[in-house]
């Protein structure tokens, strides 16, 4: 799905609990005395694509390389926290004023509210608009001593984690003078980039006045390699010291010292085609959801490096697995359970025939489709796949010339709001509406959810909307992935981030 051409790393608000693992965001374990340290060695999976523009693919490189930030960050429970702000308040519906911390750029020059609304304004008119401003319309400006005002078209009770997207990164006016945004030492990182080496590799060098502290690498030497058993090859002979996405073919050569797990917020899921051809008729759904069977796939083609499929919201996000009492497991304080209802009852297929369209960019997907192909023909269907490359089959699958696509999602990358990744994959007037579904359900659930401002209603609408649209069997979650990072003995202070935003922070060292 978009994340291939998108690249976020095997790449979702969350507003709320507890994610897994050692997720710290923005690495939180710096020690402002701390020595010269030594450089980090790291191989990354997708190489930069778009010149480091803040604005498209290579965003998340570089808020995973510690060289970006925005005026907000996710934090370790996926709430919107401090960055470049120290504070905000809503003013009123379309309003929201926040009061920044005192904090310079890379070339030195200060962060002020003038060229934070700058930069902002910028995002705003960047062509194609980064993902966290589709269908928003928005205006920065000054709004007193150390003070930017936002104010929005529409009312947005999720501004503040819209603002933790990597495609708004605060840059300073330097960045923006010549025929492309250039991060090159304009950023506030921890980290600023100081050579490019092509598609293969980039320099980058400790920014000692980061308002965070010093942090405790002196530099990064990243290296872009996109065969996965040759980034874990260069980890196992000592040649890196972090490797990102081990593919699952290769976690068993690491030791189990060196390799990392982390759940994610990303979904495989199998979208089904509500508009034309034989999964129009939703009888015809039910009997292929009825078919699927998430835990073979996640044990036999994701090697146990995943968990069966249970929502479109997966257990990396706990407060969405404490409301689906399908996981099994508590529910979340405050939370209630929902499952979908309304579904129809399923048809016998009777051979009917349908075509199951995937993508190679991620190698464990055509295997996925294989095996689907295998459940739903003894379920009495006749399948047929078509694997292509991500970028030539976006817009046929977007067009509904298949009757069911297989992709991996990132629920939260762009906005960290998991109602606006519902509102554009699954109604009525969405633009990445991959299983063309127009349900007035929906529609009506995930508006409700949108007008919610409170971070336990919201999360609570959420979940009424992810109801509805599994009611409707035009989505089947297959499986939630787990990201597998090999990093070196010698290596501490790691970010295991759960939403692929971060990998490098203040505190990670060697």
């Known amino acids: 799905m978009r994340s291939p051409r998108r690249r976020r790393i095997v790449a979702g608000l969350l507003l709320a609990p507890v994610l897994t693992g050692c997720f710290a965001s923005g690495g939180d374990t710096s020690e402002d005395d701390s020595a010269d340290g030594s450089r980090l060695r790291v191989a990354l999976a997708f190489p930069p694509a778009e010149n480091f523009s803040p604005y498209g693919e290579d965003a998340t490189?570089?808020?995973?390389?510690?060289?970006?930030?925005?005026?907000?960050?996710?934090?370790?429970?996926?709430?919107?926290?401090?960055?470049?702000?120290?504070?905000?308040t809503r003013e009123n519906d379309r309003n929201w004023l926040f009061t920044l911390r005192e904090a310079?750029?890379?070339?030195?020059?200060?962060?002020?509210?003038?060229?934070?609304?700058?930069?902002?304004?910028?995002?705003?008119?960047?062509e194609p608009v980064t993902a966290a401003l589709t269908g928003i319309s928005l205006a920065a400006k000054t709004g007193g001593d150390r003070q930017v005002r936002i104010t929005t078209e529409d009312p947005d009770p999720a501004l503040p984690l819209r603002l933790t997207s990597p495609g708004l990164a605060i840059l300073s006016g330097k960045a923006y003078g010549g025929k492309r945004v250039d991060p090159v030492g304009t950023a506030t990182g921890p980290f600023e980039v100081t050579k490019v080496t092509g598609t293969t590799a980039a320099t980058l060098d400790r920014f000692d006045a980061y308002w965070g502290g010093r942090a405790q690498a002196s530099g990064i030497d990243a290296r872009f390699m996109a065969d996965g058993t040759a980034r874990t090859n260069a980890l196992r002979t000592d040649q890196v010291d972090i490797a990102e996405a081990v593919p699952v073919s290769q976690a068993s050569t690491l030791d189990e010292g060196t390799r990392r797990e982390t759940a994610t917020t990303r979904t495989t899921s199998l979208l089904l085609n509500t508009r034309t051809g034989a999964?129009?008729?939703?009888?015809?759904?039910?009997?292929?959801?009825?078919?699927?069977?998430?835990?073979?796939?996640?044990?036999?083609?994701?090697?146990?490096?995943?968990?069966?499929?249970?929502?479109?919201?997966?257990?990396?996000?706990?407060?969405?697995a404490g409301a689906r009492s399908a996981m099994g497991v508590p529910r979340a304080e405050g939370g209630g359970s929902v499952e979908p209802s309304g579904r129809a009852e399923a048809a016998d297929p009777d051979g009917t025939s349908v075509t199951i369209a995937t993508y190679d960019n991620r190698p464990e997907l055509p295997e996925v489709a294989q095996v689907l192909q295998q459940q739903l023909q003894k379920a009495g269907f006749e399948v047929e796949l078509e694997v292509r490359e991500y970028s030539r089959l976006e817009s046929d699958a977007l067009a509904g010339k298949f009757d069911a696509f297989v992709g991996a999602r990132n629920s939260l990358l762009d906005t960290g709001d998991p109602v606006s990744i519902l509102a554009s994959d699954f109604t009525c007037d969405s633009g990445y509406n991959l299983a063309l579904l127009c349900d007035t359900k929906?529609?009506?659930?995930?508006?409700?959810?949108?007008?919610?401002?409170?971070?336990?209603?919201?999360?609570?609408?959420?979940?009424?909307?992810?109801?509805?649209?599994?009611?409707?069997?035009?989505?089947?979650?297959?499986?939630?992935?787990?990201?597998?990072?090999?990093?070196?003995t010698s290596v501490q202070g790691v970010i295991l981030d759960p939403y692929e935003r971060t990998l490098i922070g203040t505190g990670t060292r060697r």
């Not at 060289?67 to 120290?86: F, H, M, Q, S, Y």
């Not at 994701?302 to 929502?311: L, T």
């Open 61 to 88: 490189l570089l808020s995973r390389l510690g060289v970006t930030e925005g005026l907000t960050k996710l934090d370790a429970n996926g709430a919107a926290a401090p960055a470049l702000a120290e504070s905000w």
């Open 104 to 126: 310079v750029f890379q070339d030195g020059s200060e962060v002020t509210p003038a060229t934070v609304a700058a930069a902002l304004t910028h995002a705003t008119e960047a």
């Open 279 to 320: 999964f129009k008729d939703p009888r015809l759904r039910a009997a292929a959801r009825e078919a699927v069977d998430g835990s073979v796939l996640a044990k036999d083609v994701y090697e146990g490096h995943a968990d069966a499929g249970a929502g479109i919201f997966g257990p990396a996000v706990t407060w969405a």
């Open 442 to 488: 929906v529609d009506q659930a995930v508006a409700a959810a949108e007008k919610e401002s409170d971070t336990a209603e919201r999360q609570q609408a959420a979940m009424n909307a992810e109801a509805a649209i599994l009611g409707t069997d035009a989505t089947v979650p297959l499986v939630h992935q787990r990201i597998i990072t090999g990093v070196g």
